[in-house]
């Protein structure tokens, strides 16, 4: 989490949102990298598990990525749900919960989904304060600073 945390952190360079995402494979290597780049690259679907996970198809040759672990700093939306069940990932660990989009439990539950064909294992809570605290601050400066 501590690497995810270091990308969320990155954004904050790009005026992106403070998300951060890393895949480990099962040897506990970090195959993928991500954070939010959506203001960076004007990409709608620049979420950080989004990214972290095309980095880390790119370095295993192929798109499942069985024996993967996500691990990301707020829990993850509908689409990066999605992305990381077809993506076969095997556990999903995440900070913060996200009470206005999470599709993890809190809004929607996708990844633990019975009509869908893989459902990871997921671990909630880690270092959710610290996550939370980045996220906080940022959109207090965004709504604190003047228009323009």
């Known amino acids: 989490m501590r690497a ?3 990308e969320a952190r990155a954004a904050l360079g790009t005026g992106d949102v403070p998300i951060g995402a890393v895949v480990v494979d099962s040897d506990g290597a970090v195959v993928g990298r991500g954070r ?16 972290a996970l095309r ?13 993967c672990t996500l691990v990301v700093t707020l829990e993850p939306c509908t689409m990066c749900a999605g992305a990381l069940v077809l993506a076969r990932v095997d556990r999903l660990v995440f900070g913060a919960y ?5 599709a993890v439990g809190s809004l ?3 990844v633990r989904d019975r009509r869908l064909n893989h459902r990871p294992e997921v ?3 880690v270092l ?13 400066e965004h709504r604190d600073a003047p228009p323009g």
């Open 98 to 102: 996200d009470d206005r989009a999470g």
């Open 36 to 51: 939010n780049v959506r203001e960076a690259d004007a990409d709608p679907t620049g979420h950080a598990e989004v990214v």
């Open 4 to 6: 995810a945390l270091d």
């Open 128 to 140: 959710a304060e610290e996550s939370a605290a980045l996220l906080d601050a940022f959109f207090r």
């Open 55 to 67: 980095e880390a198809a790119r370095t295993r040759g192929g798109w499942r990525l069985d024996g």
């Open 108 to 110: 929607w539950d996708v």
């Open 123 to 125: 671990v909630a809570g």
